[in-house]
């Protein structure tokens, strides 16, 4: 994973961490651990291009309801 050194938002140092991403596609949520550059000045998280590509792609399968591939992790719901 190839990622700058510098936050484009504060321009603190960034450091490699595990991040949770939720992703949303039509009535469907998808969750999934990524390696990603954190700023410790200003907390902007920062994905190279390929990872950015996976969550497009997970993001089309999810509106298409095409999740057979995808583990079940629970239920949600909508409180009103």
């Not at 390696?35 to 994905?47: D, Q, S, T």
Request: overall charge positive; some cysteine; aromatic content about 4%.
């Amino acid at each position: 994973m190839k990622l700058i050194s510098r936050c484009p938002i504060c321009g603190g140092q960034l450091m490699k961490e595990d991040v949770e991403k939720l992703l949303r596609g039509g009535s469907n949520v998808a969750s999934i651990e990524v390696r990603a550059g954190v700023c410790h000045k200003c907390g902007e998280i920062v994905y190279d291009a390929v990872t950015v590509r996976k969550f497009q792609e997970i993001r089309e399968k999810l509106e298409q309801n095409e999740v057979a591939d995808f583990s079940l992790l629970g239920k949600a719901y909508v409180v009103n």
